[in-house]
């Protein structure tokens, strides 16, 4: 290709030029996009396996509305399964959604997934829907919330007068027991139902075995199983704090199974 020699010939190209760049590329495609790294574990922020009943947070593009739009309890009772037009689907399973936005949707792994190997998610928005990504499942994987929702640091732990979080400020008397609140402890018995809130009759406890320790020290559990007015999935373990812990911030740890939750986990203590 010879270059121009005329002038109308440089305005020519320095026209086309200022025209190719100027004109906008169309988006590759508008379905929702996100990818398995991008999906991570409610509590500990961390990306891995799902569990039956876990809460999870996946990230991504176009993954539903432009304004946060909060959970609603449908006809039976039960957190939806669409919000704001968005659902998420494990092997075609709706999950419920806690929210939902264009970046970011908040949803519970349908206890379907117990047994299995692995399963395929999608996320669909109106009539459009994402590819299928695969995650692993595995059984139970417990983590415990922090208080700023960072994965680390603070637990979120109430006091024994069931009101008083947890802080260096409000600290837990040695002996006296504190509810912990966590998620991924798997399948429970009676066996979990998606999207129903605990309360009434029996509330459902994880089929395996809940063990919790406080400073490193081994911790009564009092109680570990739903978390009373809240969505299956939400885990609480009522723990008494042992009368040989230090003072101050000193680990937190609860194992369910084999499976235990993340380090860096602290409760205050008197």
Do not use: C
């Not at 260096?168 to 002996?175: Q, V, Y």
Request: net charge neutral; hydrophobic share 40%; charged share 10%.
């Amino acid at each position: 290709m010879s270059s121009p020699k005329q002038p109308d010939d440089f305005k020519l190209l320095q026209a086309s030029s200022l025209i190719y760049v100027l004109t906008l590329v169309p988006l590759v495609g508008n379905k929702p996009l996100f990818v398995s790294s991008g999906m991570v574990d409610g509590a500990s922020a961390q990306p891995g396996a799902v569990t039956p009943g876990k809460i999870v947070v996946l990230y991504g593009s176009r993954l539903g509305p432009a304004a946060l739009a909060g959970a609603s309890i449908g006809g039976d009772g039960r957190v939806a399964t669409d919000t704001g037009g968005t659902q998420v689907l494990f092997d075609g399973v709706a999950a419920p959604i806690l929210y939902a936005t264009s970046g970011q949707v908040a949803a519970v792994v349908p206890y379907a997934v117990d047994g299995k190997p692995g399963t395929q998610v999608q996320v669909r928005n109106g009539s459009l829907a994402s590819d299928s990504v695969a995650m692993p499942v595995t059984p139970a994987a417990p983590s415990i919330f922090s208080v700023d929702l960072s994965g680390t640091g603070p637990a979120a732990v109430i006091n024994e007068d069931g009101l008083t979080v947890n802080s260096s400020k409000a600290p837990a008397a040695k002996g006296s027991y504190v509810s912990i609140y966590a998620t991924g402890e798997g399948q429970t018995n009676p066996g979990g139902i998606d999207g129903r809130i605990a309360g009434g009759g029996s509330l459902p406890k994880p089929v395996r075995e809940v063990q919790a320790w406080v400073d490193g020290k081994p911790a009564e559990v009092q109680y570990a199983g739903a978390a009373p007015g809240a969505v299956a999935g939400l885990f609480q373990v009522n723990v008494r704090i042992p009368l040989n812990a230090a003072s101050g911030a000193v680990p937190i740890e609860i194992h369910v199974g084999a499976a235990s939750t993340q380090a860096g986990m602290t409760v205050a203590v008197k």
